[in-house]
C-alpha cells in the first residue's frame, strides 16, 4: 500500500498534474479504502506549493493558465456537488500570485461523474471503492481514453490478469505512470493512434514498401 499511495501521488502531482500519463482517478477495494485514503492525504496535505523559479524546494507548481485553474475548480466543486467528500484540498491556494490548486484527494465519487469521465489535468485525485476484481476492470475500461493504467497487487496473477484486460496502451504494475525510453509510449482509442519510443516508435515513422510480384516460372 506505502508504494502504491508513493508512486500515485508523484504520478498525480508531476508537473502539477498536466502531464499525459499522470493518474486521472484511483480505484481501490472497499476492505483497504480508509487506510489507503489516510495515507494519501498525509502525502498530499505535506506538499509545498510554490512558484519553484522562486522556491527549488516547492512540490507542486502552478497550473498553466488562469482558464485551467477555473476549470480545475469548477470540476471540483460539481463533484462536491454530486456528493464526492473533500478529503484534502479542494480549493485554489491563496498565494496571492499565479494559478495555484491545492493537491487534492476526493472520496465517494461516482464512477460516472465528470470528474472521473473526463481529464483533469490537476493536482486533484478522485477515488472510488470496488469489491471485485472483475467490477475494478469494468470500471477501469469505461473510458473513451486509452493511454495509460496502473495495477498495485503483490499477487502477480493478479497482475497479469489485470495486463490482458485493461484496455490501455500502457499499463504499470507496482510502479508510477512515466515511461522509459525504451519501451513505446502509445495510446488507443481517444488518447492516440501509433507511438514513440523504443523499436516500435521508431517503426511508426518509417515507410513501409510492399512488393507483390509474380515469377513467370516457365521454363524455356
Given at each position: 500500500?506505502?508504494?502504491?499511495?508513493?508512486?500515485?501521488?508523484?504520478?498525480r502531482?508531476?508537473n502539477?498534474?498536466?502531464?499525459?500519463?499522470?493518474a486521472?482517478?484511483?480505484?481501490v477495494h472497499?476492505?483497504?479504502a480508509?487506510?489507503?485514503?489516510?495515507?494519501?492525504?498525509?502525502?498530499?496535505?505535506?506538499k509545498?506549493?510554490d512558484?519553484p523559479?522562486?522556491?527549488?524546494?516547492?512540490?507542486?507548481?502552478?497550473?498553466?493558465?488562469?482558464?485551467r485553474?477555473?476549470?480545475?475548480?469548477?470540476m471540483?466543486?460539481k463533484?462536491?456537488?454530486?456528493?464526492a467528500?473533500?478529503?484534502?484540498g479542494?480549493e485554489p491556494?491563496?498565494?496571492e500570485?499565479?494559478?495555484?490548486?491545492?493537491?487534492?484527494?476526493?472520496?465517494?465519487?461516482d464512477?460516472?461523474?465528470t470528474i472521473?469521465?473526463?481529464?483533469?489535468?490537476g493536482?486533484?485525485?478522485?477515488?472510488?471503492?470496488?469489491?471485485?476484481?472483475?467490477e475494478?476492470?469494468?470500471?477501469?475500461?469505461?473510458?473513451?481514453?486509452?493511454?495509460?493504467?496502473?495495477?498495485?497487487?503483490?499477487?502477480?496473477?493478479?497482475?497479469?490478469?489485470v495486463v490482458?484486460?485493461?484496455?490501455?496502451?500502457e499499463?504499470?504494475?507496482?510502479r508510477?505512470n512515466?515511461?522509459?525510453?525504451?519501451?513505446?509510449h502509445?495510446?488507443?482509442?481517444k488518447?492516440?493512434?501509433g507511438?514513440?519510443?523504443?523499436k516500435?516508435?521508431?517503426?511508426d515513422?518509417l515507410?513501409?514498401?510492399?512488393v507483390?510480384m509474380?515469377?513467370?516460372n516457365?521454363?524455356q
Amino acid at each position: 500500500m506505502d508504494l502504491a499511495v508513493e508512486n500515485i501521488v508523484t504520478s498525480r502531482l508531476a508537473n502539477n498534474g498536466q502531464a499525459c500519463t499522470n493518474a486521472e482517478r484511483v480505484y481501490v477495494h472497499e476492505d483497504i479504502a480508509d487506510t489507503f485514503v489516510d495515507k494519501l492525504k498525509e502525502s498530499f496535505e505535506s506538499k509545498t506549493i510554490d512558484n519553484p523559479r522562486e522556491n527549488r524546494n516547492a512540490d507542486v507548481g502552478p497550473l498553466i493558465s488562469h482558464d485551467r485553474l477555473k476549470t480545475v475548480e469548477d470540476m471540483v466543486n460539481k463533484a462536491k456537488e454530486n456528493g464526492a467528500k473533500v478529503v484534502a484540498g479542494g480549493e485554489p491556494a491563496d498565494l496571492e500570485k499565479g494559478y495555484f490548486y491545492k493537491p487534492t484527494v476526493l472520496t465517494n465519487v461516482d464512477h460516472d461523474s465528470t470528474i472521473m469521465q473526463e481529464e483533469i489535468f490537476g493536482p486533484v485525485i478522485p477515488i472510488a471503492t470496488f469489491k471485485t476484481l472483475d467490477e475494478a476492470i469494468d470500471k477501469g475500461n469505461d473510458t473513451v481514453y486509452g493511454l495509460s493504467s496502473s495495477v498495485y497487487t503483490d499477487d502477480m496473477n493478479e497482475a497479469m490478469r489485470v495486463v490482458n484486460e485493461l484496455k490501455f496502451g500502457e499499463t504499470y504494475v507496482n510502479r508510477e505512470n512515466f515511461e522509459a525510453v525504451q519501451g513505446y509510449h502509445a495510446g488507443i482509442r481517444k488518447s492516440g493512434l501509433g507511438g514513440t519510443d523504443g523499436k516500435h516508435g521508431l517503426e511508426d515513422f518509417l515507410v513501409t514498401q510492399v512488393v507483390y510480384m509474380q515469377y513467370n516460372n516457365n521454363k524455356q
